[in-house]
C-alpha cells in the first residue's frame, strides 16, 4: 500500500508507541522474513493470461500457510494503475501480455505489519522503469538512519530515478509503521518536500518509489470504484445485518485494509454487498480508490520495510 500526498491522519500518535519493545521487534522481524519469502515466488506466481483474483488468493493463502496474515489485500496494479486495485468479488481481469505489473503485498503478525512490492514485467522495454525503481530504493535505504530529514530521501529518490531519464510519481509516497497501523503518521516522499520532519531511531517504515515515463504527468488520481476499504466507526449502524458485518469487520481486520471478497468467508455475496454498500453511505467504513496515473502512462514501484537504527537502518523484508 502507498500513501496519497497530502494525507489527512486521523491521529498521530505519540512518540513513546514508536519505541518497540523485544517482542513487537519478533513479530516485525517474523513478519519481514514471510514477506522475504514469498517475494522470490511472484515472478512464479504471476503469469500473463492468469487471473487477477487467483493471484490475490494465492498470495494471501500462502501468508497465512507462512504463519502471518495479510496486512492488507494483495494490490495489483497493471501497467498505468499505480496503487490500491485487488480483485473485487468474481473479477474476470487477467494479466495482459506484454504488461507491466506491480504485487505490493503486506504481512502483519500481532499487528505488526511490513509492506513490500515486487514489479514484474513481460516486455523488455519496461526493464530500465524497473531498474530505476529498484537502484531509487537501494539509495534511499543507504541513506536512512536516525534523525534523516525524509525530504533528504525524496531527493535521492528524484536524483536517482531522474538519471536513468524517468519521473518519480510526486504524489505517492512511503509511510511509516505502526501496531495495526499501515499509514502511522510520517510520510517517505519521492521528491523533496518541504516540512516532511525527519526519521528517528527505532522507528519503522516503508519506503516506495514509483517511476513513470518523463513525458507522463508523474502524478495519480482516483479512479472509482474503490476495491479496499477499511473500517472506521461504529457509530451511526441501524441495520442488524449492517452491524454483525460490521463487526465482523472489526474482529478479524482490526483497523487495517480489507478486501469485500473476505467477507464471503463469513456471509454470501449479496449480504455482504449489501452490507457493505449502507456501511460505506453511513461512513462505517472509507474506500481507498484505485490510483491511476493521471496521463494514464505505465508505472513501476518497488518497496521494503526498514527499521530506523542509529547510523543506518535494516531492511525487514528481506533475507
Ligand atoms: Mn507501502
Ligand atoms: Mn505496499
Redesign the pocket.
Known amino acids: ?2 500513501e496519497e500526498y497530502p494525507f489527512k491522519h486521523s491521529k498521530l500518535r505519540s512518540m513513546v508507541d514508536s519505541v518497540y519493545d523485544s517482542e513487537a521487534l519478533n513479530s516485525f522481524r517474523k513478519s519481514g522474513q514471510i514477506i522475504a519469502k514469498l517475494r522470490k515466488e511472484i515472478a512464479s506466481i504471476v503469469k500473463p493470461g492468469k487471473p487477477a483474483l487467483k493471484i490475490c488468493v494465492e498470495i494471501e493463502s500462502r501468508i497465512r500457510e507462512l504463519g502471518g496474515k495479510p496486512a492488507f489485500p494483495v ?1 495489483i496494479g497493471i501497467n498505468e494503475i499505480a496503487a490500491h486495485y485487488t480483485s473485487p468479488p468474481g473479477d474476470t481481469l487477467t494479466i495482459p501480455s506484454g504488461s507491466m505489473v506491480k504485487v ?1 503485498f ?1 504481512v502483519h503478525v500481532n499487528g505488526y505489519v511490513t ?3 515486487v514489479t514484474v514485467f513481460y516486455d523488455p522495454k519496461f526493464e530500465p522503469m524497473v531498474k530505476a525503481a529498484d537502484d531509487a530504493l537501494q539509495n534511499a535505504i543507504k541513506t536512512f538512519r536516525g534523525g534523516v530529514k525524509l525530504s533528504d530521501i525524496g531527493r535521492v529518490i528524484q536524483t536517482t530515478i531522474g538519471k536513468y531519464g524517468f519521473r518519480p510519481i510526486s504524489n505517492l509516497t512511503g509511510h511509516s509503521i505502526e501496531r495495526y497501523s499501515i499509514h502511522a503518521g510520517k510520510s517517505v516522499p519521492n521528491v523533496p518536500v518541504l516540512a516532511a520532519g525527519k526519521a528517528n531511531e527505532g522507528e519503522v517504515f ?1 519506503i ?1 518509489p514509483f517511476v513513470t515515463l518523463p513525458d507522463a504527468a508523474g502524478s495519480v488520481t482516483n479512479m472509482l470504484p474503490a476495491q479496499i476499504y477499511r473500517y472506521i466507526k461504529s457509530k451511526g449502524v441501524k441495520n442488524d445485518e449492517s452491524k454483525k458485518v460490521l463487526d465482523d469487520i472489526y474482529a478479524r481486520f482490526s483497523t487495517l485494509p480489507f478486501a469485500p471478497r473476505w467477507l464471503e468467508d463469513k456471509f454470501p455475496r449479496e449480504t455482504a454487498k449489501r452490507a457493505m454498500l449502507d456501511l460505506t453511505h453511513n461512513k462505517c467504513v472509507g474506500g481507498y480508490p484505485v490510483l491511476v496515473e493521471e496521463t494514464r502512462r505505465p508505472v513501476a514501484q518497488s ?1 521494503h520495510t526498514v527499521l530506523v537504527g542509529r547510523d543506518d537502518c535494516t531492511v525487514l523484508t528481506t533475507d
Request: charged residues 35%; proline residues 0%; glycine residues 10%.
Open positions: 500500500m502507498s494490490n505490493d503486506g509492506d513490500t512490492a516503508a516506495e518497496e
